[in-house]
């Protein structure tokens, strides 16, 4: 039996460039992909078992969604950073980032999130990655540590902690591994 090219399966090929346009699109579906494995409590790699109990009432479940979204912008964010800075314009990785945080605040908007909240929600993004930045850089626990007592509403367990270190290292690692080959380019 003679193969084609047709028969044999695809392999994807990663972008050798990208545009920051293109890396803020792509990053709010990676955020969006985390941040609904994380709420519908499908990610088994880490699980939160402490979180569980926080979805029995409203008012904290939407803390804790909350939360969880800045968590994974942020991790996304890290990633990003650890893959371009030194190799690529600042400003430009600005341009990618201000392209994931836009894109990500569209999607709340077009899912129900008032537009006139989304000030409010940037102040709160603010603060909590100046937060998870400097924990981050004194230790991984620490950050574990910063963003349970946020999910969890100052409960933090070794446990939880644990598992969003290792979350947080998921997600960036594998991010940042795959945009050290890339050139963000102008768009």
């Known amino acids: 039996m003679n193969t084609t090219l047709t028969d044999e399966p695809r392999q994807f090929r990663a972008p050798q460039t990208m545009t920051p346009y293109e890396l803020g699109d792509s990053l709010a579906r990676l955020v969006w992909e985390s941040f609904t494995d994380f709420i519908s409590q499908e990610d088994v790699e880490t699980p939160l078992a402490d979180i569980r109990t926080l979805?029995?009432?409203?008012r904290t479940n939407g803390r804790t969604a909350e939360e969880a979204l800045i968590f994974f912008m942020w991790a996304h964010t890290r990633g990003?950073?650890?893959a371009f800075?030194?190799?690529t314009p600042e400003a430009r990785i600005?341009?990618?980032l201000d392209a994931l945080h836009g894109a990500v605040f569209e999607d709340m908007v077009e899912n129900g999130t008032q537009e006139s909240q989304l000030p409010l929600f940037e102040q709160h993004v603010s603060a909590r990655y100046a937060e998870y930045h400097q924990a981050a850089d004194q230790s991984g626990n620490k950050l574990g540590q910063a963003v349970a007592r946020h999910i969890l509403d100052g409960v933090v367990r070794d446990t939880t902690a644990a598992a969003i270190q290792e979350r947080a290292v998921a997600v960036?690692?594998?991010l940042k591994d795959f945009l050290e080959e890339v050139e963000l380019i102008r768009a």
């Not at 979805?55 to 409203?58: C, E, N, R, S, V």
Request: glycine share 12%; proline share 6%.
């Open 172 to 174: 960036a690692k594998p």
């Open 55 to 58: 979805y029995d009432d409203d």
């Open 85 to 87: 800075l030194g190799r």
């Open 80 to 82: 990003v950073q650890m």
């Open 94 to 96: 600005r341009e990618g």
